[in-house]
């Protein structure tokens, strides 16, 4: 599987945007799929997360309410919907996908795929 994001910009705080990853492969919907972003000087953390038949879901304390992800796996699709943005969202966000829910909540440096990051900017 390769994993390719979209979606990401400039918003102004309060703004929504919607990021989307695409996968290659015939084994999408073996994966547990998620987005993770990371900050400038912070370290990488996992935002959402989504199983395999997308019944169950995580999603970090600061984006609950705000941040939702779906996934089709019909057309091999992953996609998280941001709204009322803030600037503490900015970051660069990667869609990574593993076969292991375990990998992905405990040992994200281990993962099995990932795309090459969108940057979303929030501004004050």
């Known amino acids: 599987v390769q994993l390719v994001e979209s979606g990401g910009g400039l918003v102004q705080a309060g703004g929504s945007l919607r990021l989307s990853c695409a996968a290659s492969g015939r084994t999408f919907s073996s994966y547990v799929m998620g987005w993770f972003r990371q900050a400038p000087g912070k370290e990488r953390e996992l935002v959402s997360a989504?199983?395999?038949?997308?019944?169950?879901?995580y999603y970090v304390d600061s984006v609950k309410g705000r941040f939702t992800i779906s996934r089709d796996n019909s057309k091999k699709m992953v996609s998280l919907q941001m709204n009322s943005l803030k600037p503490e969202d900015t970051a660069v966000y990667y869609c990574?996908?593993?076969?292991?829910?375990?990998?992905?909540?405990?040992?994200?440096?281990?993962?099995?795929?990932w795309g090459q990051g969108t940057l979303v900017t929030v501004s004050s």
């Open positions: 990574a996908g593993d076969r292991f829910i375990a990998t992905m909540t405990q040992s994200s440096s281990n993962l099995e795929v």
């Open positions: 989504v199983s395999r038949s997308g019944a169950a879901i």
